[in-house]
């Protein structure tokens, strides 16, 4: 039996003390890593604290107030003499169109015109076959003269049976007979000559020419075609040397036409007549000028439905530029502007009070309420005075801008003495993206 030997007292009081300072060592060691790791963590909320007191008190570069300032450019108004204006929506018409039938029955011979040709009065369009109706005046040609003869052996006879009536030798009843056969003669004579000028003239009704200047229409009848006269329509023709324009303006144009042109066109005897009103043709969008002409014509009553009365113009057409039916934009003339202050159309804003411009002053945005008296796609117009000679006009717009909100003024070469005029080929450019808060 194997019996484990009994260590001394010594030795067992030893063992015991030096498991008891691991103990204790261990404890010391746990205590340590605490305060170690608790002091880091206040270290590092330490450290967070700071930075974002310091984030506080820095601003970034990029908020600094001089980096916020908006540039802008400025233009002045031009000052002009400018035409007062309305204008609206407008079509072409012919004063004189014509649809070519002809006049007397038979077979095309010939066409000498194309279709769309521009023609000439008088000028020769189409030919009938003229040989019925040659045959038809010498026939009449010879009937005269077969009347004629019978009117001299009436007269004649007359002239025998005159000294043998008042002689008795024959009753007066034989004389007054004869007298009526050389009347009857006579009477023949006129018919035949009646008869001859007639087919005079429906021999010139085979040469059919053109009533007035103008453009032809489509011409679908070819030679060898029958026509009828009066029925058959051989193709139209336009005038086209003037052209009248038709367009519709609110009613009160009334009273400045009445001041425009005195008694809207009707003078008294004795009264100087006054030119009318220049009237203008421009493109749909209202940018080209296409031809010019005057007022000539005012409707008799306004429309009840749309409060407009109806105008028409008379616009010269040499060129052949314009075309009956074309929709176009009309401008009637009005008066003058004189001194009237010019802007680009972009410059002009629209807004809950009306029309305004955006001002630069003191280095702030000041809003000035205008009136333009005349409106274009390109410039508007203001009456003389709507803004200080020395008035800056912001333009063009940038995409942001409101009164009262700081600027600065774009630092160019060309920006002081900068007018509306300079900047004209801008102002496409820019309307598009303008816009105002």
């Given at each position: 039996?194997?019996?484990?030997?009994?260590?001394?007292?010594?030795?067992?009081?030893?063992?015991?003390?030096?498991?008891?300072n691991?103990?204790?060592?261990?404890?010391?060691?746990?205590?340590?890593?605490?305060?170690?790791l608790?002091g880091?963590?206040n270290?590092?909320?330490t450290?967070?604290?700071?930075?974002?007191?310091?984030?506080?008190?820095?601003?970034?570069?990029?908020r600094?107030?001089?980096?916020?300032l908006?540039k802008?450019?400025?233009?002045?108004?031009?000052v002009?003499?400018?035409p007062?204006t309305?204008?609206?929506?407008g079509?072409l018409a012919?004063p004189n169109?014509v649809?070519l039938?002809p006049?007397?029955?038979?077979?095309?011979?010939?066409?000498?015109?194309?279709?769309g040709?521009q023609?000439?009065?008088?000028?020769l369009?189409f030919?009938l076959?003229a040989q019925?109706?040659e045959?038809a005046?010498?026939?009449?040609?010879?009937?005269?003269?077969?009347?004629?003869?019978?009117a001299r052996?009436a007269?004649?006879?007359?002239?025998?049976?005159?000294?043998?009536?008042?002689k008795?030798?024959?009753t007066?009843?034989?004389?007054d007979?004869?007298?009526a056969?050389?009347?009857a003669a006579?009477?023949?004579?006129?018919?035949d000559?009646?008869?001859?000028?007639?087919?005079?003239?429906?021999?010139?009704?085979?040469?059919?020419?053109?009533?007035?200047?103008g453009r032809?229409?489509?011409?679908s009848l070819?030679p060898?075609?029958l026509?009828?006269?009066?029925?058959?329509?051989?193709?139209?023709l336009?005038s086209?040397?003037?052209?009248?324009?038709?367009?519709?303006?609110?009613?009160?144009v009334l009273?400045?036409?009445s001041k425009?042109?005195?008694?809207l066109?009707?003078?008294k005897?004795?009264e100087?007549?006054?030119p009318?009103?220049?009237?203008?043709?421009?493109?749909?969008?209202a940018?080209?000028?296409?031809?010019?002409?005057?007022l000539?014509?005012?409707?008799?009553s306004?429309?009840a439905?749309t409060?407009t009365?109806?105008?028409?113009?008379l616009?010269?057409?040499?060129?052949?530029?314009?075309?009956p039916?074309?929709?176009?934009t009309?401008?009637?003339?009005?008066?003058?502007?004189?001194?009237?202050?010019?802007l680009?159309?972009?410059?002009?804003?629209?807004g809950?009070?009306?029309m305004?411009?955006y001002?630069?002053?003191?280095?702030?945005?000041?809003?000035?309420?205008v009136?333009?008296?005349r409106?274009t796609?390109?410039e508007?117009?203001?009456?003389?005075?709507?803004?200080?000679?020395?008035?800056?006009?912001?333009y063009p717009?940038?995409?942001?801008?409101?009164?009262?909100?700081?600027?600065?003024?774009?630092?160019?070469?060309?920006?002081?003495?900068?007018?509306?005029?300079?900047?004209?080929?801008?102002?496409?450019?820019?309307?598009g993206?303008?816009r105002?808060e």
């Amino acid at each position: 039996m194997n019996m484990r030997p009994r260590l001394k007292p010594h030795a067992e009081a030893t063992r015991c003390a030096i498991s008891g300072n691991k103990s204790r060592l261990l404890t010391i060691l746990a205590v340590l890593s605490v305060l170690a790791l608790g002091g880091c963590q206040n270290q590092t909320a330490t450290d967070k604290s700071a930075e974002k007191e310091k984030a506080k008190t820095e601003k970034p570069a990029s908020r600094m107030p001089g980096m916020m300032l908006t540039k802008v450019s400025v233009i002045t108004p031009s000052v002009r003499t400018v035409p007062i204006t309305m204008t609206a929506a407008g079509t072409l018409a012919s004063p004189n169109a014509v649809t070519l039938t002809p006049q007397v029955s038979g077979t095309i011979d010939a066409v000498h015109v194309q279709s769309g040709q521009q023609v000439e009065k008088g000028e020769l369009l189409f030919s009938l076959d003229a040989q019925p109706f040659e045959t038809a005046l010498l026939s009449a040609r010879a009937k005269l003269e077969g009347d004629r003869a019978q009117a001299r052996y009436a007269a004649q006879q007359v002239k025998q049976l005159k000294p043998l009536v008042e002689k008795e030798y024959i009753t007066r009843q034989s004389y007054d007979q004869a007298v009526a056969t050389a009347m009857a003669a006579n009477a023949l004579i006129a018919q035949d000559q009646a008869a001859i000028q007639t087919a005079q003239i429906n021999l010139a009704y085979t040469k059919i020419r053109a009533p007035i200047t103008g453009r032809l229409g489509e011409i679908s009848l070819q030679p060898g075609n029958l026509v009828v006269a009066n029925n058959t329509a051989l193709s139209t023709l336009v005038s086209n040397r003037e052209l009248l324009v038709n367009f519709s303006l609110p009613q009160s144009v009334l009273n400045a036409l009445s001041k425009e042109w005195p008694g809207l066109g009707q003078t008294k005897p004795g009264e100087k007549s006054v030119p009318p009103p220049t009237v203008e043709v421009l493109d749909e969008h209202a940018e080209h000028i296409l031809g010019k002409g005057h007022l000539s014509f005012i409707d008799n009553s306004i429309s009840a439905g749309t409060g407009t009365i109806r105008l028409q113009g008379l616009i010269d057409n040499h060129d052949g530029s314009l075309w009956p039916g074309q929709f176009v934009t009309a401008r009637l003339t009005l008066g003058q502007i004189p001194n009237a202050q010019v802007l680009p159309a972009a410059a002009v804003q629209i807004g809950d009070q009306g029309m305004f411009v955006y001002l630069y002053k003191d280095g702030k945005v000041e809003m000035q309420t205008v009136s333009p008296a005349r409106n274009t796609t390109k410039e508007s117009a203001l009456p003389a005075g709507s803004l200080p000679a020395d008035a800056k006009v912001i333009y063009p717009l940038p995409a942001r801008i409101a009164p009262g909100m700081p600027v600065a003024l774009e630092k160019t070469s060309n920006q002081k003495g900068q007018s509306s005029e300079q900047l004209k080929a801008e102002s496409a450019a820019h309307s598009g993206s303008s816009r105002n808060e």
